[in-house]
């Protein structure tokens, strides 16, 4: 064979493997609680699904929440609900928010999903959405005092306390960064710097559009890539607040499946096979105010 035709015999077959590309189905939002004034939802009825909840299968009905949020943990919940500053060119806008408050412990998870991630939309087997995770500790008095982020696989923790919770969204990736967090204490090989450097995969970014709408790339500088200036208000976006130890039940009606299923606590994260949490630190107020670095 020709290498002409070798060439459009690889074509034709990186075309059929984009064409097999994930599509997102995300389901239709939840609706409110009849009577309820404190902005709880139900979840909306769908196909039967089985959801693993504290190791036990339980089947959920579609027309109640597993787990729901009682006044005080639905109003908990929206207070301590992050501000998310993302990059005034952020490609994919935020589609769900659902708010898991622990039943024992005062942590509250807020599982974040994005329509899709800039990387590898082509690929078979791929997500079609991008979730990411962001969890507040919080005391007796309901008040913030530690916050956790999910960043490419690795647990960021910095001591957050009395004040509201901010976190920093990554450019077409999404990973959680505490806003304003010192760079140098980011864990070695996932700085800002190194993903910047991902921005140079074109072909990766370009494939992507052959499956969905997308970024063709970054083009701007590192600096500006470091720039988390627009706010979104997390607790004006919440389509849910549930009660558990297990989300996911949840999480398929509101997010639909499949999606990423990353794991649901912080605690859950250091008994696994996970990097050891990484203690990070935040610049002051002003400085993050001034762009988030």
């Known amino acids: 064979m020709s ?50 909840t504290d190791g036990a299968r339980i089947p959920l009905t579609g027309d109640e929440l ?3 949020a009682d006044s005080a943990q639905a109003a908990l919940a929206r207070a301590l609900a992050p501000v998310l500053y993302l990059h005034e060119d952020e490609p994919f806008p935020l589609s769900r928010v659902v708010a898991v408050v622990h039943p024992e412990k005062r942590v509250i998870a807020y599982h974040l999903l994005w329509q899709d991630d800039a990387y590898g939309a082509w690929i078979p087997g791929t997500k079609p ?16 005092t530690d916050l956790w982020t999910y960043w490419h696989g690795a647990l960021l923790h ?7 919770v901010e976190v920093d969204v990554q450019w077409g990736k999404h ?12 864990p070695r090989g996932k700085s800002l710097k190194s993903f910047y450097r991902l921005t140079y995969a074109l072909p990766d970014l370009w494939l992507g559009n052959l499956t969905r709408k997308g970024p063709w790339c970054f083009c701007q500088s590192y600096g500006s890539y470091r720039k988390f200036t627009e706010p979104v208000l ?18 398929a009606r509101v997010f639909g499946t499949p999606y990423s299923d990353k794991p649901w606590w912080p605690w859950i994260m250091q008994a696994g096979a996970f990097p050891a949490e990484v203690e990070t630190k935040v610049a002051t107020t002003a400085a993050a105010a001034d762009g988030g670095h």
């Not at 959405?129 to 913030?144: F, H, L, N, Q």
């Not at 549930?242 to 949840?250: C, K, N, T």
Request: glycine residues 12%; aromatic residues 4%.
């Open 3 to 52: 290498r002409f035709g070798s060439i459009l015999r690889g074509s034709a077959l990186l075309l059929a493997l984009v064409g097999c590309g994930p599509i997102a189905r995300i389901p239709q939002r939840p609706v409110p609680v009849p009577g309820a004034a404190d902005g709880r939802m139900m979840i909306p009825s769908a196909l039967p699904i089985t959801a693993l």
């Open 66 to 68: 597993p787990g729901p």
């Open 129 to 144: 959405t991008d979730e990411e995770i962001v969890w507040v500790g919080y005391d007796r008095s309901g008040a913030p």
């Open 158 to 164: 910095t001591p957050w306390a009395q004040r509201q």
């Open 175 to 186: 990973g959680s960064l505490p806003r304003g967090v010192v760079e140098e204490t980011l």
């Open 234 to 251: 997390s607790a004006d976006r919440l389509d849910a607040v549930v009660v558990g130890h297990d989300p996911r039940g949840a999480l």
